[in-house]
Nanobody
Framework: QVQPVESGGGLVQAGASLRLSCAAS????????MGWFRQAPGKEREFVAA????????YYADSVKGRFTISRDNAKNTVYLQMNSLKPEDTALYYC?????????????????????WGQGTQVTVSS
């Protein structure tokens, strides 16, 4: 059974950058859409970004558009989330998830029930 494994989180100051990675353990990501979600303390888990199987289509939450970039390297079975100009409100536990299909409609990418496998998360903390 595939297990996403996130890494790259940490404590940074506002305005800094981080790159999160998500590697596949026990399976493959290459034929599936992938997503990043986050959950801040006391809040519901929310969509951050998603990418289709080939990397040709990406989607972002309005709150991160222009600052975050999702990408993938199917040869390495890895998905990335480059986060620039970080803000304190970006502080959260970031989760990587593997979709159940190669592509989704624009409205479906942000739905958590479209993702079959979830990682344990990596903590991102942005200080002001």
């Amino acid at each position: 059974q595939v297990q996403p494994v996130e890494s790259g989180g940490g404590l940074v100051q506002a305005g800094a950058s981080l790159r999160l990675s998500c590697a596949a353990s026990g399976g493959t990501f290459s034929r599936y859409a992938m997503g990043w979600f986050r959950q801040a303390p006391g809040k519901e888990r929310e969509f951050v970004a998603a990418i289709n199987w080939s990397g040709g289509t990406t989607y972002y939450a309005d709150s991160v558009k222009g600052r975050f970039t999702i990408s993938r390297d199917n040869a390495k079975n890895t998905v990335y989330l480059q986060m620039n100009s970080l803000k304190p409100e970006d502080t959260a536990l970031y989760y990587c998830a593997r979709g159940q299909r190669p592509n989704y409609s624009a409205s479906a990418y942000s739905r958590m029930d479209e993702y079959a496998y979830w990682g344990q998360g990596t903590q991102v903390t942005v200080s002001s």
